[in-house]
Nanobody, 115 residues
Framework: QVQLVESGGGLVQPGGSLRLSCAASESMFSFNSVGWYRQAPGNQRAMVAVKPNWGSSHYADSVKGRFTVSRDNAKNTVDLQMNNLKPEDTAVYYC?????????WGQGTQVTVSS
């Protein structure tokens, strides 16, 4: 059973930056893709950024130019660098890993953007 553990959430002022990190319990070489999703109160979980094992990363329109997803297969980690944060980025952020047709999720980390 793959385990994903997120870290790095917290409270930040608008315009600030945060870096989220996710560590996998096993090698990520077999993961088709890794990435980050988020869920705000009253909303469904939505894709933020996904980095496939090959090809380009995909970003939600709302975060393009501000967020960057990176993957280190040797360290089994996937990070999300978030810059110029806005109040509407407030949500619980979940790490995701896909192996074949199966999705694995972390427990989530809260990001709050507020002055």
């Amino acid at each position: 059973q793959v385990q994903l553990v997120e870290s790095g959430g917290g409270l930040v002022q608008p315009g600030g930056s945060l870096r989220l990190s996710c560590a996998a319990s096993e090698s990520m070489f077999s993961f088709n893709s890794v990435g980050w999703y988020r869920q705000a109160p009253g909303n469904q979980r939505a894709m933020v950024a996904v980095k496939p094992n090959w090809g380009s990363s995909h970003y939600a329109d709302s975060v393009k130019g501000r967020f960057t997803v990176s993957r280190d297969n040797a360290k089994n980690t996937v990070d999300l660098q978030m810059n110029n944060l806005k109040p509407e980025d407030t949500a619980v952020y979940y790490c995701n890993g896909r192996v074949g047709e199966r999705d694995y999720w972390g427990q989530g980390t809260q990001v709050t953007v507020s002055s």
